[in-house]
């Protein structure tokens, strides 16, 4: 089992106890190619709302501990940063599979899913902040993953307002950068011992199928740095459609230049269809995400900007629930451009483990102890889920495009 880094991260410089050197793959991470082993226009002016009653209040707890739960599972921040005496990779993916049951072959967090291809056309414009050769001109192959946050692979894509996006970049020179981001613009924990609390205060009540809501209550009331997710939470809804949602990479990572200067650095995804209706109305289709994805594939390509916000000092690298100011410096770095799809159950990201310390030369983890955690985590689960056999194809969506046609 990976170890991570200890709880304040590593020093500047040095690569985080159990991690690679940049570029390599960790061992049991070999290219897709390899089987492994392991988202009112009123007419008379607002009225102030009333205040809600305690059962509103608390009825409003539950709906928004499963969001949180959802955001949790999307990324799976569990293990890596791990003290052996209280916390283990295992022991936190064992309560995943507690709240949403065990579902052979499939991931336990992003278990329902599709696999997406495309490339990375980059605009030069990051080179200068970062040696790494995905962000030299040119154009670098991606291997994608969309999918809807939580362990249950049947579930339905109105259930949670959540969206997820994991991205493979594998380079020339055999490099590969992966990365994990989410729909939502701030993560609701800061550590990994506060996520695993966060599952066990979830466990869902075998009477109702849903978390309590005054347990709910009482870890929030615990985690105050949980507020500014909880704000945004409160007001999400499910989206239409995976191209018309931002995506957020939420943890810091440093670019690394010529030099060997540190730029501090955050990455989202800007899609450039945003206005765009959906080309699937979700009506009582359980998959309408993917069936949008089809039929807007069949169209032509999807596209997103990738976009770096450069930190400053006294930003924090290290707190993934706090955004940095809204007046940082943005580089846009280029375009990732999706051509086609292909079922999770056989496509090219089957066998992909998007652990976000797997990066190339040119950028580095941060102090962020939840980048370690989420590493030793996705390895349980890839070693779990590919000792089981690969995902039965029905739960996992028979949508699939063919590569992009003349543009």
């Known amino acids: 089992m990976q170890q991570g880094s200890d709880r304040n991260g590593p020093p500047p410089g040095q690569t985080p106890p159990g991690s690679q050197p940049p570029g390599r ?19 008379d002016r607002p009225q102030k709302p009333r ?36 916390l283990t990779p295992d022991r936190i993916v064992n309560a995943l599979e507690a709240n949403s ?41 991606v291997v994608g993953r969309l999918a809807l946050p ?20 594998t380079s020339a020179n055999g490099e590969q950068w992966r990365t994990g981001m989410n729909s939502m613009p701030v993560f609701p924990l ?27 209550q009482a870890f929030f009331a615990a985690h105050p740095e949980a507020a500014a997710f909880l704000a945004w939470a409160k007001t999400a809804k499910p989206s239409a459609s995976y191209a018309t949602e931002g995506y ?53 390509p999807l596209r997103w900007r990738l976009l770096l916000t450069l930190g400053e000092p006294g930003d924090s690298t290290s707190d993934a629930t706090r955004q940095w100011p809204a ?13 086609s799809s292909a079922p999770q159950s056989d496509g090219p990201c089957r066998d992909v483990n998007y652990d976000p310390t797997v990066l190339p030369q040119g950028i580095a983890v941060s102090d962020d102890p939840l980048l370690a955690a989420r590493s030793a985590a996705y390895a349980a689960s890839y070693e779990r889920r590919t000792g089981e056999g690969p995902p039965q194809a029905a739960a996992a969506s028979p949508h699939s495009t063919q590569p992009e046609r003349a543009q």
Not at 208 to 215: E, S
Not at 327 to 339: C, L, M, Q, S
Request: aromatic share 8%; hydrophobic share 35%.
């Open 25 to 43: 793959l960790p061992p049991n991470r070999q290219p897709p190619g390899a089987r492994q082993q392991d988202g009112q226009s009123p007419k």
């Open 51 to 86: 205040p809600l009653t305690t059962p509103q209040t608390l009825l409003r707890l539950t709906a928004i501990g499963a969001i949180v739960l959802a955001s949790g599972a999307a990324f799976a921040y569990v293990g890596g940063w791990l003290d052996p005496q209280r």
């Open 101 to 141: 049951g065990v579902h052979e072959g499939f991931r336990r967090n992003h278990a329902k899913g599709v696999c997406v291809i495309g490339r990375f056309e980059s605009s030069g414009a990051a080179h200068e902040l970062s040696t790494a050769s995905v962000f030299a001109p040119g154009s670098t192959p």
């Open 150 to 169: 939580g362990g249950n692979p049947y579930a339905s894509d109105s259930s949670v307002p959540i969206r997820s996006f994991a991205l493979m970049f």
């Open 190 to 216: 800061s550590t990994p011992q506060a996520f695993y609390d966060q599952q066990l205060a979830g466990r869902p009540d075998p009477k109702t199928g849903k978390p309590d809501p005054q347990r709910m």
């Open 248 to 300: 957020y990479g939420l943890n810091a990572f440093y670019l690394i230049d010529g030099n060997g200067k540190r730029q501090p650095v955050r990455w989202q995804l800007s899609p450039l269809d945003a206005a765009a209706a959906p080309a699937a109305q979700p009506g009582h289709d359980a998959d309408y995400l993917q069936t949008d994805l089809q039929q807007r594939l069949t169209q032509g």
């Open 327 to 339: 007046d940082r410096p943005t580089v846009d770095a280029g375009t990732v451009v999706i051509t």
